[in-house]
């Protein structure tokens, strides 16, 4: 979201953290003030939807039980869209533009940022009940 650094030099620095995760094609990528962004349209698009599904867990925690139940059928479903989002230009049955490529994105990262969510809340909640247990237990008391 910053794009001016990269035009000032810290282009490099920038696109080197992303270059593993993302192609990073100029002509693919959302430009602000004619200077192309670090991550392409999708990626884009998944970050978004990260922090976005992040915000929507405590809202739909009431259907977590539901959302589990049919939690691999959402990302697949969510991946499949992404697939044939891309697929299309290749087989020649579609183009894609901007906005699928950031909306297939948006809507995957959506569940997963819901999932990770959820999954990083148990850990901080597991590691806060093993610090509990550790600082509150007596180990060199006998039991009788």
């Not at 670090?38 to 929507?56: D, M, N, Q």
């Amino acid at each position: 979201m910053i794009p001016w650094v990269l035009d000032e030099g810290g282009s490099v620095v920038w696109r080197f953290q992303y270059r593993y995760l993302c192609h990073q094609m100029p002509d693919r990528c959302f430009r602000m003030h004619g200077i192309p962004m670090a991550v392409c349209e999708r990626c884009f698009g998944i970050y978004a939807g990260l922090f976005v599904g992040g915000l929507f867990y405590w809202p739909l925690k009431k259907w977590d039980h539901f959302l589990l139940l049919k939690a691999r059928w959402l990302v697949g479903l969510a991946a499949c869209l992404m697939f044939l989002d891309w697929l299309g230009p290749i087989i020649s049955l579609w183009g894609n533009d901007w906005l699928t490529r950031s909306g297939t994105g948006f809507v995957l990262g959506i569940v997963c940022g819901y999932f990770a969510a959820k999954g990083m809340l148990q850990l901080i909640l597991e590691i806060k009940r093993i610090k509990w247990h550790l600082l509150f237990s007596k180990p060199n008391q006998k039991k009788t």
